[in-house]
Protein backbone atom coordinates (compact mmCIF):
# COMPACT_ATOMS: atom_id res chain seq x y z
CA UNK A 1 0.00 0.00 0.00
CA UNK A 2 2.61 2.41 0.67
CA UNK A 3 5.01 1.37 -2.03
CA UNK A 4 1.62 2.04 -4.17
CA UNK A 5 1.07 5.54 -2.78
CA UNK A 6 4.67 6.86 -3.20
CA UNK A 7 4.52 5.36 -6.83
CA UNK A 8 1.32 6.87 -7.79
CA UNK A 9 2.54 10.99 -5.98
CA UNK A 10 5.57 10.16 -7.79
CA UNK A 11 3.84 9.87 -10.85
CA UNK A 12 1.31 13.08 -10.77
CA UNK A 13 4.14 15.10 -9.79
CA UNK A 14 5.75 13.82 -13.26
CA UNK A 15 1.93 14.90 -14.70
CA UNK A 16 2.32 18.29 -13.28
CA UNK A 17 5.79 18.82 -14.29
CA UNK A 18 5.01 17.84 -17.78
CA UNK A 19 2.05 19.72 -18.33
CA UNK A 20 4.06 23.23 -18.57
CA UNK A 21 6.36 23.87 -20.71
CA UNK A 22 10.00 24.66 -20.23
CA UNK A 23 9.62 28.21 -21.03
CA UNK A 24 6.21 28.57 -18.86
CA UNK A 25 8.47 27.15 -15.72
CA UNK A 26 10.72 29.57 -16.49
CA UNK A 27 8.72 32.47 -16.82
CA UNK A 28 6.89 31.27 -13.18
CA UNK A 29 10.23 30.39 -11.21
CA UNK A 30 11.80 34.27 -13.00
CA UNK A 31 8.50 36.27 -11.74
CA UNK A 32 8.71 34.35 -8.11
CA UNK A 33 12.69 34.46 -7.50
CA UNK A 34 11.99 38.89 -9.09
CA UNK A 35 9.61 39.47 -6.31
CA UNK A 36 11.14 37.98 -3.40
CA UNK A 37 14.66 39.73 -5.14
CA UNK A 38 12.60 43.29 -4.49
CA UNK A 39 11.41 42.26 -1.36
CA UNK A 40 14.98 41.53 0.20
CA UNK A 41 16.79 44.53 -1.46
CA UNK A 42 13.65 46.95 -0.08
CA UNK A 43 14.76 45.56 3.43
CA UNK A 44 17.95 44.32 2.97
CA UNK A 45 19.72 46.26 0.77
CA UNK A 46 23.37 44.85 1.67
CA UNK A 47 21.62 40.89 0.59
CA UNK A 48 21.99 42.61 -3.26
CA UNK A 49 25.45 40.67 -3.72
CA UNK A 50 23.99 37.43 -2.88
CA UNK A 51 21.68 37.97 -6.08
CA UNK A 52 22.94 40.16 -8.38
CA UNK A 53 25.96 39.85 -10.62
CA UNK A 54 28.87 42.29 -9.78
CA UNK A 55 31.89 41.93 -11.66
CA UNK A 56 34.34 43.21 -9.36
CA UNK A 57 33.01 40.44 -6.88
CA UNK A 58 33.79 37.17 -9.55
CA UNK A 59 36.83 39.15 -10.34
CA UNK A 60 37.42 38.24 -6.79
CA UNK A 61 36.20 34.90 -6.53
CA UNK A 62 33.23 35.84 -4.63
CA UNK A 63 29.23 35.10 -4.91
CA UNK A 64 30.39 33.23 -8.22
CA UNK A 65 27.01 31.73 -7.86
CA UNK A 66 25.10 35.32 -9.25
CA UNK A 67 26.06 34.19 -12.61
CA UNK A 68 22.97 32.10 -12.89
CA UNK A 69 21.04 33.98 -10.01
CA UNK A 70 20.80 37.25 -11.83
CA UNK A 71 19.35 35.62 -14.97
CA UNK A 72 16.04 35.07 -12.35
CA UNK A 73 16.05 38.51 -10.82
CA UNK A 74 15.13 41.73 -12.28
CA UNK A 75 15.29 45.56 -11.53
CA UNK A 76 11.60 46.62 -11.50
CA UNK A 77 8.26 45.29 -12.75
CA UNK A 78 8.55 46.68 -16.67
CA UNK A 79 11.73 45.12 -16.76
CA UNK A 80 10.60 41.82 -15.50
CA UNK A 81 7.38 42.45 -17.81
CA UNK A 82 8.94 42.73 -21.21
CA UNK A 83 11.55 39.97 -20.86
CA UNK A 84 9.26 37.43 -19.51
CA UNK A 85 7.10 38.22 -22.28
CA UNK A 86 9.61 38.64 -25.08
CA UNK A 87 11.23 35.10 -23.54
CA UNK A 88 7.82 33.75 -24.54
CA UNK A 89 7.12 35.35 -27.57
CA UNK A 90 10.61 33.90 -28.93
CA UNK A 91 10.41 31.11 -26.32
CA UNK A 92 8.09 28.94 -26.89
CA UNK A 93 8.59 28.09 -30.61
CA UNK A 94 12.29 27.42 -29.96
CA UNK A 95 11.59 25.07 -27.29
CA UNK A 96 9.61 23.20 -29.46
CA UNK A 97 12.32 23.10 -32.21
CA UNK A 98 15.10 21.85 -30.59
CA UNK A 99 13.19 20.17 -26.99
CA UNK A 100 12.51 20.85 -23.84
CA UNK A 101 15.75 19.91 -22.15
CA UNK A 102 18.32 21.04 -24.72
CA UNK A 103 16.39 24.38 -24.31
CA UNK A 104 16.85 24.51 -20.66
CA UNK A 105 20.56 23.76 -20.82
CA UNK A 106 21.04 26.20 -24.28
CA UNK A 107 19.39 28.95 -22.34
CA UNK A 108 20.75 28.97 -18.78
CA UNK A 109 24.52 28.40 -20.03
CA UNK A 110 23.58 30.98 -22.72
CA UNK A 111 23.11 33.31 -19.59
CA UNK A 112 25.86 32.25 -17.64
CA UNK A 113 28.28 32.91 -20.46
CA UNK A 114 26.50 36.29 -21.29
CA UNK A 115 27.65 37.07 -17.35
CA UNK A 116 31.02 35.89 -17.95
CA UNK A 117 31.91 38.03 -21.14
CA UNK A 118 30.12 41.13 -18.76
CA UNK A 119 32.02 40.39 -16.35
CA UNK A 120 35.77 40.16 -18.00
CA UNK A 121 35.02 43.29 -20.30
CA UNK A 122 34.09 45.57 -17.32
CA UNK A 123 36.54 44.43 -15.20
CA UNK A 124 39.28 45.11 -18.40
CA UNK A 125 37.96 48.35 -20.14
CA UNK A 126 34.95 49.42 -18.00
CA UNK A 127 37.71 51.40 -15.42
CA UNK A 128 37.36 54.70 -18.09
CA UNK A 129 34.58 56.91 -18.41
CA UNK A 130 33.58 55.73 -22.19
CA UNK A 131 34.95 52.30 -21.22
CA UNK A 132 32.42 52.15 -18.33
CA UNK A 133 29.66 53.71 -20.84
CA UNK A 134 30.39 50.92 -23.53
CA UNK A 135 31.14 47.87 -21.50
CA UNK A 136 29.70 48.42 -18.16
CA UNK A 137 31.47 49.13 -14.77
CA UNK A 138 32.93 46.79 -12.85
CA UNK A 139 30.96 47.65 -9.73
CA UNK A 140 27.68 47.93 -11.38
CA UNK A 141 25.11 45.33 -10.61
CA UNK A 142 23.91 43.39 -13.27
CA UNK A 143 20.12 41.79 -13.53
CA UNK A 144 18.00 39.96 -15.92
CA UNK A 145 17.27 37.28 -18.28
CA UNK A 146 18.06 39.83 -21.59
CA UNK A 147 21.49 37.82 -22.12
CA UNK A 148 19.90 34.18 -22.29
CA UNK A 149 16.22 35.76 -24.30
CA UNK A 150 19.27 37.40 -26.85
CA UNK A 151 20.97 33.98 -26.89
CA UNK A 152 17.09 32.99 -28.50
CA UNK A 153 17.03 35.38 -30.68
CA UNK A 154 20.31 34.41 -32.29
CA UNK A 155 19.25 31.16 -32.17
CA UNK A 156 16.61 32.41 -34.97
CA UNK A 157 19.10 34.38 -36.89
CA UNK A 158 20.85 30.53 -37.92
CA UNK A 159 18.15 28.62 -37.88
CA UNK A 160 15.27 30.63 -39.77
CA UNK A 161 16.86 34.08 -40.55
CA UNK A 162 13.55 34.88 -42.51
CA UNK A 163 11.38 34.73 -39.56
CA UNK A 164 9.89 37.99 -39.30
CA UNK A 165 10.33 40.04 -35.86
CA UNK A 166 8.69 42.91 -34.52
CA UNK A 167 9.18 45.74 -31.53
CA UNK A 168 6.94 45.45 -28.85
CA UNK A 169 6.62 48.97 -29.35
CA UNK A 170 6.23 49.47 -32.63
CA UNK A 171 3.87 46.26 -33.21
CA UNK A 172 3.24 47.21 -37.20
CA UNK A 173 6.68 46.79 -37.99
CA UNK A 174 8.52 43.70 -38.68
CA UNK A 175 12.13 42.80 -40.89
CA UNK A 176 13.86 38.96 -40.86
CA UNK A 177 15.82 37.85 -37.94
CA UNK A 178 18.90 38.36 -39.62
CA UNK A 179 18.32 42.20 -40.13
CA UNK A 180 16.35 42.78 -36.87
CA UNK A 181 18.35 40.80 -34.20
CA UNK A 182 21.31 42.77 -35.08
CA UNK A 183 19.81 46.05 -36.01
CA UNK A 184 17.74 46.25 -32.21
CA UNK A 185 21.46 44.95 -30.39
CA UNK A 186 23.65 47.91 -32.40
CA UNK A 187 20.46 50.76 -32.02
CA UNK A 188 20.37 50.01 -28.10
CA UNK A 189 23.87 49.99 -27.62
CA UNK A 190 24.19 52.64 -29.23
CA UNK A 191 21.49 54.59 -27.57
CA UNK A 192 22.68 53.85 -24.25
CA UNK A 193 26.13 54.78 -25.11
CA UNK A 194 25.13 58.27 -25.90
CA UNK A 195 22.46 58.41 -23.41
CA UNK A 196 24.33 56.76 -20.62
CA UNK A 197 21.97 54.27 -20.06
CA UNK A 198 22.66 51.50 -16.97
CA UNK A 199 21.93 48.97 -19.96
CA UNK A 200 23.59 45.21 -20.02
CA UNK A 201 24.74 45.51 -23.97
CA UNK A 202 28.11 43.52 -23.12
CA UNK A 203 25.07 40.52 -21.36
CA UNK A 204 23.23 41.04 -24.20
CA UNK A 205 25.87 40.42 -27.28
CA UNK A 206 27.15 37.60 -24.73
CA UNK A 207 23.80 35.77 -25.46
CA UNK A 208 23.74 36.58 -29.31
CA UNK A 209 27.11 35.56 -29.67
CA UNK A 210 25.74 32.08 -27.99
CA UNK A 211 23.22 31.77 -30.18
CA UNK A 212 24.81 32.10 -33.11
CA UNK A 213 27.56 29.45 -32.18
CA UNK A 214 24.92 26.84 -31.22
CA UNK A 215 22.71 28.09 -34.25
CA UNK A 216 25.89 27.12 -36.76
CA UNK A 217 26.46 23.69 -34.71
CA UNK A 218 22.64 22.62 -35.13
CA UNK A 219 22.81 24.08 -38.97
CA UNK A 220 26.00 21.67 -39.14
CA UNK A 221 24.64 18.87 -37.36
CA UNK A 222 20.92 18.66 -38.77
CA UNK A 223 21.55 20.03 -42.35
CA UNK A 224 18.20 18.16 -43.63
CA UNK A 225 15.69 19.18 -40.95
CA UNK A 226 17.20 22.88 -40.76
CA UNK A 227 16.63 22.82 -44.41
CA UNK A 228 12.49 21.54 -43.95
CA UNK A 229 12.30 23.39 -40.86
CA UNK A 230 13.39 27.15 -42.62
CA UNK A 231 11.07 25.98 -45.71
CA UNK A 232 8.14 26.14 -43.24
CA UNK A 233 8.91 29.76 -42.39
CA UNK A 234 10.17 31.65 -45.59
Not at 13 to 20: C, E, I, T
Not at 56 to 79: A, C, D, P, R, V
Not at 97 to 118: E, H, N, P
Request: proline share 3%; hydrophobic share 55%.
Amino acid sequence: MNRYKIKKTGSSLSVLLNSFSTVAWLIVITIFISLIGRIIFAFFPDYIDYLALKPSNIMQGKFLWTLITHMFIHSGIGHLLINMFVLFSLGSLCERIIGRKRFLWFYILSGIFAGILSVALSAQFGSTLWGERIFGSPDMFMVGASGAIFAIAGLYVMLLPKLKFMIIFLPFFSLPAYIMVPLVLFVVWAISIFANWPIGNVAHFGGFLAGIVYGLFLRMKYQRKVAKLQKMFR
